[in-house]
């Protein structure tokens, strides 16, 4: 499966979303991913603890990389639906 493009002006708005408070940012990702993808928390968390990479930055990188995706995604369903 071909994943979408990811745009700069949703890396943006997400970069300045993650920013404003990057610790809160993070839990909240962490309850999110956690009951929307435990298979992916589960991963990351596994990740971390086998490769001694910092936990926090680790996430962050994950969650970003997957909320990017999911609203790049989200993006692309109304396009098709809008078509319709």
Do not use: C
């Not at 890396?11 to 991913?33: A, F, N």
């Not at 936990?55 to 909320?67: C, F, Q, S, V």
């Amino acid at each position: 499966m071909q994943q979408p493009l990811i745009s700069i002006e949703n890396v943006e708005s997400l970069v300045e979303e993650i920013l404003k408070d990057l610790p809160q940012w993070r839990k909240e990702m962490i309850h999110y991913i956690k009951d929307e993808n435990p298979e992916l928390n589960s991963a990351i968390i596994e990740l971390s603890q086998k490769s001694g990479l910092d936990p926090k930055a680790l996430a962050t990188g994950a969650y970003m990389t997957y909320k990017l995706l999911e609203n790049e995604n989200d993006e692309q369903a109304d396009i098709s639906f809008d078509e319709e």
